[in-house]
Nanobody
Framework: QVQLAESGGGLVQPGGSLRLSCVVSGMSFSFYKMTWYRQTPGKQRDFVADISSGGGTTNYADSVKGRCTISRDNAKNTVYLEMNSLKPDDTAVYYC?????????WGQGTQVTVSS
């Protein structure tokens, strides 16, 4: 079965940093684009960043551009989201996502809370 497992969330003060990880199993990880989304209770799930299968192309939401870096290590079947200069508005559950020609897959999410 395909599994996406996020980790690395936690409580951080404004201006702090975190590195989220998503470990993928059960699929040919290196073939597919990976995406990070985030969601606050009562609001839609929003795009954060994505990265092409080989890691050569990345895209970011305007809200995080310049503060976040998405990367991947295909040898470890892992995609990362490094976040710095964190703001309270970054508080959300962060989800890892991928889509094949037939299916899409989500992780369980990891909570990021930015608060003083």
């Amino acid at each position: 079965q395909v599994q996406l497992a996020e980790s690395g969330g936690g409580l951080v003060q404004p201006g702090g940093s975190l590195r989220l990880s998503c470990v993928v199993s059960g699929m040919s990880f290196s073939f597919y684009k990976m995406t990070w989304y985030r969601q606050t209770p009562g609001k839609q799930r929003d795009f954060v960043a994505d990265i092409s299968s080989g890691g050569g192309t990345t895209n970011y939401a305007d809200s995080v551009k310049g503060r976040c870096t998405i990367s991947r290590d295909n040898a470890k079947n892992t995609v990362y989201l490094e976040m710095n200069s964190l703001k309270p508005d970054d508080t959300a559950v962060y989800y890892c996502h991928t889509r094949t020609r037939l299916y899409e897959y989500w992780g369980q999410g990891t909570q990021v809370t930015v608060s003083s």
